[in-house]
């Protein structure tokens, strides 16, 4: 985690992928606390992008965990491919999942930490009866499939709702928020509750990635600060 207890998670769907080596090192070295790793399989969502063969790929070249974003239907085969090929978080969605119960438990026989996912519209309710099986909530601040949409003002509300949920667990919960993450609103994207920010364009799509990562750290402290 990163000293002030945000981190920061570029997501590697902006990346010039002819040079995803270099592309990992260069974000780590610009301040990446986290990898993201989205996996589409032109079913569950309307884009295709990559598997098992490029996580372990980049491995060599991440010396930070990979949280890897699973959009894919089913679940439950390709996760062990995932845990071999390096992932340290697998998050997945519960509408891509027969049995939500069991795919968590999947997870954390392959030694994993367990994620799930809630698109725009996905009731928080899926967490009632398995939150002591989560690690992660990933809530989508976006329609799932592509990079480069805006924030939907609503993930907001719904932040604070699940930091509320995590709160009176008890357990140490990380809250992602994933799509239309950017510099100018990541310090009202934490106010609401979230701990843990992917942001793929606005990282990717600059010049000075370790610039954006800096402002967006600035912008972080100032939501530690007195509301
Ligand atoms: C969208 C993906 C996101 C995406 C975010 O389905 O899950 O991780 O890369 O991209 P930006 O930050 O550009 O909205
Ligand atoms: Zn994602």
């Not at 995803?20 to 884009?47: C, K, Q, S, T």
């Not at 027969?98 to 954390?108: A, K, M, Q, S, Y």
């Not at 809630?118 to 690690?135: G, W």
């Not at 601040?141 to 604070?160: H, M, R, T």
């Amino acid at each position: 985690m990163s000293r002030s207890g945000f981190r920061i998670a570029p997501s590697l769907l902006s990346a010039d992928f002819a040079r995803l080596g270099e592309e990992v090192r260069d974000v780590i070295a610009a301040g990446a606390d986290l990898v993201h790793f989205d996996v589409m399989d032109n079913h569950y969502v309307p884009n295709l992008t990559v598997g098992p063969l490029v996580c372990e790929a980049i491995r060599p070249h991440c010396s930070v965990p990979i949280d890897v974003h699973l959009m894919v239907k089913p679940v439950d085969r390709i996760i062990p491919d995932f845990a071999r090929a390096g992932a340290s978080i697998i998050s997945f969605h519960p509408e891509a999942s027969e049995h939500v119960d069991r795919t968590l438990g999947l997870i954390h026989e392959v030694g994993c930490k367990a994620g799930l996912v809630f698109n725009p519209a996905t009731p928080l309710s899926y967490l009632e009866h398995v939150i002591d099986k989560v690690d992660l909530v990933l809530l989508m601040s976006v329609n799932p499939g592509f990079g480069g949409q805006s924030f939907i003002p609503s993930a907001l509300e719904k932040l604070a709702a699940a930091r509320r949920r995590i709160d009176a667990s008890g357990r140490d919960i990380w809250l992602e928020v994933d799509g239309g993450v950017k510099a100018d609103n990541i310090e009202a994207i934490a106010r609401a509750g979230a701990d843990t920010f992917v942001a793929g364009s606005a990282i990717f799509g600059a010049k000075d990635r370790a610039g954006v990562i800096r402002a967006m750290r600035e912008s972080l402290k100032r939501a530690t600060m007195a509301a």
